[in-house]
């Protein structure tokens, strides 16, 4: 391990899987609020800490960037922590977000954004097709170390029609992709079953 700074020990996985042309966005703004993960979706220990509309400091990676950008609507947010044993194996801090689109090409556009962010934030990636959510998967794993703490961070991204869903889980010990997709199945099943009324 190295001493400070970061330490990436990154997967990336970019995999299309039947991606769709289509230009009308079947989700809606108003549904936003449920396509997030919501609080039965996790052990009972968490408490949701913040939950509403994304403003600007809510960009991906701390990237500033435009509201607007290829056709966004909105974003939902909540974020999620496991009080006390900051120790603990396993997700500590659980942050699920949603973008919506006007169009499936305006979301993908943004998933195409963000594998760019991650590459360029935490290079050398790998290439892993082991994940499978939605249209289109992005997988990342790294870790950050400070004064002697570590902290891992699992990231999964995936573009389901016109929205763009995204898990953040931060632990220091333990942590797994598994971790994010089990927490992404749930996710997009809420995704599927509202995109088909």
């Not at 970019?14 to 449920?34: H, K, N």
């Not at 607007?68 to 999620?80: C, L």
């Not at 991650?118 to 499978?132: H, L, Q, V």
């Not at 939605?134 to 794993?141: I, S």
């Amino acid at each position: 391990m190295r001493r400070r700074g970061l330490l990436c020990a990154l997967v990336v996985t970019a995999l299309v899987a039947g991606c769709s042309g289509d230009d009308a966005g079947s989700l809606e703004r108003s549904e936003l609020p449920q396509l997030v993960v919501q609080p039965g979706d996790l052990p009972s220990v968490f408490e949701e800490f913040d939950r509403g509309a994304q403003g600007r400091a809510d960009a991906f990676l701390g990237r500033a960037v435009d509201p607007g950008r290829f056709g966004r609507v909105d974003g939902w947010k909540a974020r999620y922590r496991r009080p006390g044993g900051q120790r603990a194996p396993g997700p500590l801090v659980v942050e699920s977000k949603l973008d919506l689109f006007e169009s499936a090409e305006g979301a993908k556009r943004e998933l195409d954004r963000i594998a760019t962010v991650i590459r360029e934030t935490f290079g050398g990636a790998e290439i892993d097709n082991s994940t499978r959510l939605g249209d289109e998967t992005l997988a990342a794993t790294f870790g950050r170390q400070a004064g002697g703490f570590a902290t891992q961070f699992v990231v999964l991204v995936w573009r389901a029609e016109n929205v763009t869903a995204a898990l953040i889980v931060t632990g220091v010990r333990g942590l797994a992709v598994s971790d994010a997709v089990a927490l992404g199945r749930k996710q997009q099943q809420r995704i599927d079953r509202l995109a088909a009324d």
